[in-house]
């Protein structure tokens, strides 16, 4: 069986290759740390990623951590080389139409850019399942789950 060799090789260069992008910023709200990666992989990849680091990927449940974490990304050079967005943990994978966050937990807070999600304009209804919170506009897109072209993670990992 080469197989499981060879994903255990991959997910170690995959892990050893990940760029950490810059400093991780502590919540005000809650114990968490944010963790800024450029690297543009899949929604999958990237939950893998943080997986590996002890976290998720992140969780936005209110405004306030928009804010804090656009504030950052607007304050620094993090996703200077990205012109579309960040991965973050909601997604509809489950149960097309239904979000939830990768922990499962489902959260009033939602911060949907006008018309999203769409699913690309609804042409395929089933087709994006993944959201990047945009840098741009500070707000959230449907995108397919494979989409690595300009897209950036961020995970989250409790400190304590
Ligand atoms: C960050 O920049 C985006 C894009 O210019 C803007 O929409 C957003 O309001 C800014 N957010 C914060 C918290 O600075």
């Given at each position: 069986?080469?197989?499981?060799?060879?994903?255990?090789?991959?997910?170690?260069?995959?892990?050893?290759?990940?760029?950490?992008?810059?400093?991780?910023?502590?919540?005000?709200?809650?114990?968490?740390?944010?963790?800024?990666f450029e690297d543009e992989i899949t929604w999958s990849e990237?939950?893998?990623?943080?997986?590996?680091?002890?976290?998720?990927?992140?969780?936005?449940?209110?405004?306030?951590?928009?804010?804090?974490?656009?504030?950052?990304?607007?304050?620094?050079?993090?996703?200077?080389?990205?012109?579309?967005?960040?991965?973050?943990?909601?997604?509809?994978?489950?149960?097309?139409?239904?979000?939830?966050?990768?922990?499962?937990?489902?959260?009033?807070?939602?911060?949907?850019?006008?018309?999203?999600?769409?699913?690309?304009?609804?042409?395929?209804?089933?087709?994006?399942?993944?959201?990047?919170?945009?840098?741009?506009?500070?707000?959230?897109?449907?995108?397919?789950?494979?989409?690595?072209?300009?897209?950036?993670?961020?995970?989250?990992?409790?400190?304590?």
């Amino acid at each position: 069986m080469k197989y499981p060799i060879v994903a255990f090789l991959l997910s170690l260069f995959f892990v050893a290759t990940c760029a950490y992008v810059e400093h991780s910023i502590i919540s005000h709200t809650t114990p968490v740390e944010y963790h800024f990666f450029e690297d543009e992989i899949t929604w999958s990849e990237a939950q893998t990623h943080c997986k590996s680091i002890g976290g998720d990927l992140v969780r936005i449940y209110d405004q306030t951590t928009n804010d804090l974490i656009m504030a950052h990304i607007n304050a620094s050079d993090i996703g200077a080389n990205i012109d579309s967005g960040f991965w973050i943990g909601y997604n509809d994978q489950r149960v097309e139409g239904t979000f939830e966050w990768v922990s499962g937990f489902v959260c009033p807070y939602e911060n949907w850019g006008p018309g999203e999600p769409n699913n690309n304009d609804n042409l395929d209804p089933s087709g994006q399942d993944c959201v990047q919170l945009r840098k741009d506009t500070a707000q959230w897109d449907d995108e397919y789950c494979g989409e690595i072209r300009d897209k950036a993670f961020i995970c989250e990992v409790e400190v304590c």
